[in-house]
């Protein structure tokens, strides 16, 4: 089967939403794993709210499988079969796009049936039959830069999508590995990334905080960090951040030290639009 090579879009459209990084400042956010049907549209509709009081373009994101714990025995999430439904109750009732990560090749149709963008994780953001499968479903495809990359090196990535005739691509950072246990957010990345990639630049403020296998078993974080760093991101200017959020970030199953607690999201977003709105009048040239 012969693919026409695209180039990649400006700006993306995730149903109603357009995200581009001279746009106004959309939001991707959700708790870090599918953890029960009520939780999930609890969740949802609670980020909704915030959302459309804070005229944000809101894309609901959950993991139906964390591939990657630290440990065989923690928690991984509902699973395909199980989660799938739930995100196609969440586009019905509530009217929000989804993001999920995909893992493997085979996950990529029937994920791309239900949900509006497959997420590829950063551990394997050079795994070309992923990013080709991906690419194939014709969904938004966000790729999380590995923490091995340079930034530069995310425009051969892109081009491993936009050759499979895929341009709706946009593309996250989320920390560098530095010694062990450790990330460091480089913010010259994202003007970088913007510039080779020609695509949408995500910001994760929550997964850039995290302290990779820090707590021996599990993956620490520093959630107190993130507004600082989301901050930092937006005032250089972004198409969007990710932020995973959950009620009680404590008791989550993953991730629970670099979630913000929601409670506290909808200040931040305040701010984070404030500055966005900033940014976006004196853009960042490089």
């Known amino acids: 089967m012969s693919v026409t090579a695209v180039e990649p879009q400006a700006v993306v459209e995730v149903g109603p939403i357009?995200?581009?990084?001279?746009?106004?400042?959309?939001?991707?956010?959700?708790?870090?794993?599918?953890?029960?049907r009520d939780h999930a549209l609890e969740t949802a509709a609670a980020l909704k709210e915030i959302a459309v009081r804070r005229g944000i373009g809101l894309i609901y994101k959950s993991s139906f499988d964390k591939a990657n714990r630290t440990s065989v025995t923690a928690a991984r999430g509902m699973g395909l079969d199980k989660a799938l439904p739930?995100?196609?109750e969440i586009r019905e009732r509530l009217g929000l796009p989804t993001l999920t990560d995909v893992h493997e090749i085979d996950q990529c149709a029937p994920v791309g049936e239900v949900v509006d963008v497959l997420q590829i994780p950063a551990f394997l953001?050079?795994?070309?039959?992923?990013?080709?499968?991906?690419?194939?479903?014709?969904?938004?495809v966000n790729v999380k830069k590995g923490q091995f990359l340079a930034p530069w090196d995310m425009a051969n990535v892109v081009a491993k999508?936009?050759?499979?005739?895929n341009g709706r691509?946009?593309?996250?950072?989320?920390?560098?590995?530095?010694?062990?246990?450790?990330?460091?957010?480089?913010?010259?990345?994202?003007?970088?990334?913007a510039q080779t990639t020609g695509s949408p630049v995500v910001f994760d403020a929550t997964h850039s905080v995290q302290q990779p296998g820090g707590k021996g078993s599990s993956s620490g974080g520093q959630r107190e960090f993130v507004p600082v760093l989301a901050r930092a991101a937006v005032a250089i200017g972004v198409a969007a951040v990710f932020i995973e959020t959950h009620q009680d970030p404590?008791?989550?199953p993953?991730?629970?030290?670099?979630?913000?607690?929601?409670?506290?999201?909808e200040p931040l977003l305040a701010l984070l639009q404030e500055i966005d709105a900033v940014a976006k009048a004196h853009p960042v040239v490089i």
């Not at 050079?126 to 938004?140: K, N, S, Y």
């Not at 993953?254 to 999201?265: A, F, H, Q, R, Y």
């Open 86 to 88: 739930v995100f196609a």
């Open 125 to 140: 953001c050079r795994q070309t039959d992923l990013l080709v499968a991906a690419a194939q479903t014709g969904r938004v």
């Open 169 to 193: 691509v946009m593309v996250t950072e989320r920390g560098v590995s530095f010694g062990y246990n450790t990330l460091v957010s480089d913010m010259r990345a994202l003007p970088i990334m």
């Open 18 to 36: 357009r995200i581009g990084n001279a746009l106004p400042l959309a939001l991707i956010a959700g708790p870090c794993q599918m953890e029960s």
């Open 250 to 252: 404590d008791h989550a």
């Open 161 to 165: 999508l936009t050759q499979s005739g």
């Open 254 to 265: 993953s991730d629970g030290p670099n979630m913000v607690p929601l409670k506290d999201l």
